[in-house]
């Protein structure tokens, strides 16, 4: 497949990088000479200085015989245009960027009937998504679903009062049927094996189908309680989604704190129901004068990430309960864990999750990336393919990679069930980051 990328910061790398080591034919332009002349030696790709939305250099470039254009810069002015160009030059599909709600909102018909975009990814508000569904999972730092929604996957940090804790993964039983895929432990991945002992402060990968999650995520935990209480540091392109989402699930007592007064009045008028408060400061002592001792989740999600790994770290050290921080920089990732920051979220790393699950087709039907090095894939079983009719205890998975759970049609099967995998199944797997175009394979007759 040969893929246009137009822009090559964190996101653009992070694509191009994976699709090229899947094989494909990948062209990858920036309007930055340096960061071009930079990537020429680290990108296995053809690197150009130029203007990704000009349809005159898109027509050099022969972006009508490309099947893919990915607009990822900065600029959703840049990322609309280049796509709307791309697809009228015939670029078989297109991708765009998209960060201000104000351009398309909820209704993306007009992205793609009039300017002819493909898929539009609005990466702060899915960031937005993630981070309710984890405040809304009492115990879990992270919790994504597959399966349509029916099964789900919750990252967990084991304290004290877990349940696993002087167990192997093996012996311990929990009320309800779940499979823990992996852990983190000192920042490394790991699949989980039946005679590993899991320590406190393990961060644990449980599946379990969605109505037995809770109950599960509640056992490993260990004193997981009900978030009611949220502070939000920031009311920007996250901070106002994740406020909105809380206040109309209802039972929660958010408040949000913005720096910049008319961003502030803008949210209060439009969530009534939350406390808007118009702060600067990012101190211990705004953030004790607003209760953040007493809340059951900090979220830090302005616009600068050191503001937020300050604020976080504050928080956690003033005793939130959960602290939370969205980080853009891969950078700063390590960092996170670091300063004891329960867990981190990136816009950008939603961005190319999504896009990578869009270029990869059918075939891969939902993609997850995440901050430990790790991915979680699922994939559907083509009939013929080497997976199928074979029983997921015994095959065996490349680069170290575990199946989790298994979708066929309304049920959810867990490995240890022995079942045999069928054509047409939906299987969700564990692995190293970067190895699921091995895994893939496996799949495809």
């Known amino acids: 497949m040969r893929v246009i990328v137009i822009g090559a910061g964190e996101v653009g790398q992070n694509i191009v990088s994976t699709l090229s080591s899947a094989g494909h034919d ?10 071009v002349a930079q990537l020429q030696n680290q990108l296995d790709a053809l690197v150009l200085s130029g203007n990704g939305a000009s349809p005159r250099f898109l027509k050099e470039l022969d972006a009508g015989g490309a099947d893919l254009l990915l607009a990822v810069t900065q600029s959703d002015e840049v990322n609309a245009i280049a796509a709307l160009s791309a697809h009228l030059l015939g670029t078989d599909r297109t991708v765009a960027r998209v960060r201000d709600d104000d351009y398309f909102g909820s209704d993306e018909s007009f992205a793609h009937d009039v300017l002819g975009i493909d898929f539009v990814i609005h990466p702060e508000r899915a960031t937005a998504e993630d981070l309710a569904a984890a405040i809304l999972l009492p115990g879990a730092i992270r919790v994504e679903y597959f399966g349509d929604g029916r099964i789900a996957v919750a990252e967990c940090i084991l304290s004290e009062s877990s349940t696993l804790i002087g167990h192997t993964v093996s012996g311990r039983r929990i009320i309800r049927p779940h499979y823990i895929v992996g852990y983190v432990r000192d920042g490394v991945p790991r699949t989980a094996r039946p005679e590993d002992r899991l320590r406190v402060g393990d961060r644990v990968l449980v599946a379990a189908a969605r109505e037995d999650i809770a109950v599960v995520v509640g056992e490993l935990a260990g004193e997981a309680r009900r978030v009611r209480d949220v502070l939000i540091f920031g009311g920007g392109r996250v901070g106002f989604p994740l406020a909105r989402r809380l206040e109309a699930a209802g039972d929660f007592e958010v408040t949000v704190m913005e720096r910049d007064a008319r961003r502030a009045r803008f949210i209060a008028e439009r969530l009534p129901g939350s406390t808007v408060l118009h702060e600067e400061g990012v101190g211990k002592d705004e953030l004790l004068l607003h209760g953040v001792d007493q809340v059951g989740a900090f979220v830090a999600c302005a616009g600068d990430d050191r503001s937020n790994l ?34 981190a979220y990136s816009p950008r790393l939603v961005t190319a999750e999504a896009i990578l699950r869009f270029v990869r087709g059918e075939q891969v039907r939902a993609m997850h990336l995440l901050f430990s090095g790790a991915e979680l894939l699922e994939l559907q079983v083509e009939p013929g393919s080497r997976i199928d009719g074979a029983t997921l205890l015994d095959f065996r998975i490349p680069s170290g990679g575990q199946a989790a759970a298994v979708l066929r ?24 980051r970067g190895s699921s175009s091995d895994v893939e394979r496996l799949f495809k007759a």
């Open 26 to 35: 990948v062209t990858v332009v920036d309007g930055d000479e340096a960061r």
């Open 310 to 343: 300050l604020a976080a770290l504050h928080a956690q050290q003033l005793g939130a309960r959960l602290c939370m921080a969205v980080v853009s920089r891969q950078e700063f990732v390590p960092l996170v864990a670091a300063m004891g920051i329960d867990v």
């Open 409 to 432: 049609g309304e049920q959810v099967l867990l490995p240890r069930e022995g079942v045999r995998i069928n054509a047409h199944d939906r299987v969700l797997l564990f692995g190293p």
